[in-house]
């Protein structure tokens, strides 16, 4: 692609844009301020939903963790591979199904890449083994044709950040190759807002632009598919002590007036949260909107409103006020990840899970609980409570927990593929035995 042409596919991708989505962002554009309490409308309320209990289960796609089959990209021909994935989509979902699993919270957007017919994202490569290669068919809409058809809800999940897995050679050359491509990557479309932190390549959260982006994406899907509603994940600001993310120079374009960094990191992750919950409303009231953070907000060691305990905290570790989204309403509901047993004393599982419910009830968003279902059956030092009779007490304390809170609407399996795993099956029975139809 020459210059000339690269810069006319920018011009010509914006005119493409569905009326949808660019109202969308007129809508958005003006939130370059700390957001106000939206209004009523933007909150559907406790009352419109069904009185039976959220019981879910991510489906991750990133890195083939759960769907589709590793096994399917080296299949013979295209025509194997599509009736591989699907019919290993198909099993999954009539498994969930018997075991009482009412909605799935289907990854769509595992990095830089889409899993539904796109004209911002290229076609994930989880899909093919090549970024940008249509797959055959539409994996969202056959993944909401056959939960639907089966009872099931499903929600879109996104990454809103991560644009890739690692930083390898042959991952930046994948990246470059889809300059070609319509629509190519974002990794060389708008190569200014792209960071990296964790070892990953990220977008910066602090760019308006980038938040715009992601907006147009969600809205894309909002305006296209009937999905029941869409959710990210925990990943906002995402780095590590060796792989962080450097945004001093976005800091010194667009921090003026904040007193500190963390402060104008925390209000960019806001302002997101903010401009996709009022573009989702604005698209379609029946589309619920959620996240899933880490399960401590903030610990009380470091603010009297915070929990009792001592882990590392979404406010802190991911600028990411989670207990504000809330208050807000920004949110129709929350799932923290409680990935810990209630012997855990530095995260206890039940303290946490009533701080969330005490936040939760003088509000419109509902609560649902992430439980730590990779770590049934699994020998741990610090947590051995998950191998006693093969998690099943420490299992059943947790959904027994969650199902008598008041404030407590559900719980939500993480993930889809331990379920089929050996070290969990006698917790399976007992979730068939408790759930299942």
């Not at 960094?261 to 029946?286: E, F, H, Y």
């Amino acid at each position: 692609m020459t210059p000339s042409s690269y810069r006319f596919f920018r011009l010509s991708t914006l005119k493409k844009a569905s009326a949808l989505i660019v109202a969308a962002l007129l809508l958005v554009s003006c939130d370059s301020k700390q957001p106000t309490t939206p209004p009523s409308t933007v909150n559907p309320g406790k009352s419109q939903q069904s009185n039976q209990p959220m019981r879910g289960v991510w489906l991750t796609t990133v890195s083939r963790l759960d769907w589709p089959p590793i096994s399917s990209i080296n299949a013979g021909s295209a025509t194997q591979r599509i009736d591989q994935q699907q019919a290993a989509l198909r099993a999954k979902l009539d498994r969930l199904k018997n075991l009482g699993i009412n909605t799935v919270f289907f990854q769509v957007k595992p990095d830089g890449t889409a899993l539904w017919k796109s004209d911002i994202l290229p076609w994930s490569d989880v899909m093919t083994g090549n970024i940008g290669e249509y797959p055959g068919y539409d994996p969202l809409q056959f993944m909401l044709d056959e939960a639907h058809k089966r009872g099931m809800k499903v929600h879109a999940w996104f990454n809103p950040y991560r644009v890739s897995t690692n930083t390898k050679p042959s991952t930046v050359a994948a990246l470059n190759s889809t300059l070609s491509m319509t629509p190519p990557s974002v990794f060389v479309l708008h190569r200014d807002w792209i960071r990296t932190a964790s070892d990953r390549f990220v977008l910066d959260p602090g760019i308006p632009d980038a938040r715009d982006w992601i907006t147009s994406i969600v809205a894309e899907v909002v305006s296209r598919y009937p999905i029941d509603g869409v959710q990210f994940d925990d990943y906002f600001y995402t780095e590590t002590a060796n792989s962080s993310l450097n945004d001093s120079a976005t800091f010194r374009r667009y921090g003026q007036g904040y007193a500190s960094k963390a402060d104008w990191r925390r209000s960019n992750t806001q302002q997101l949260i903010a401009q996709v919950s009022r573009t989702i409303k604005q698209l379609n009231p029946n589309v619920e909107f959620g996240v899933s953070p880490a399960g401590v907000w903030r610990n009380r060691s470091h603010d009297p409103a915070g929990s009792d305990t001592r882990g590392a905290a979404a406010y802190d570790e991911s600028y990411a006020d989670t207990r504000q989204w809330v208050q807000q309403g920004l949110l129709d509901y929350i799932a923290p990840q409680i990935y810990w047993p209630f012997a855990r004393d530095a995260a206890r599982y039940d303290v946490l899970a009533k701080w969330w419910a005490d936040v939760v009830k003088p509000t419109n968003t509902r609560l649902y609980i992430g439980i730590a279902l990779y770590k049934v059956g699994e020998p741990s030092k610090n947590e051995p409570d998950w191998t006693i009779e093969g998690g099943v007490p420490e299992l059943k304390k947790q959904i027994d927990l969650n199902e008598s809170a008041s404030n407590i609407n559900g719980t939500i399996l993480f993930r889809e593929g331990y379920l089929e795993q050996p070290q969990t099956q006698q917790a399976v029975d007992y979730l068939k035995d408790r759930w299942g139809n």
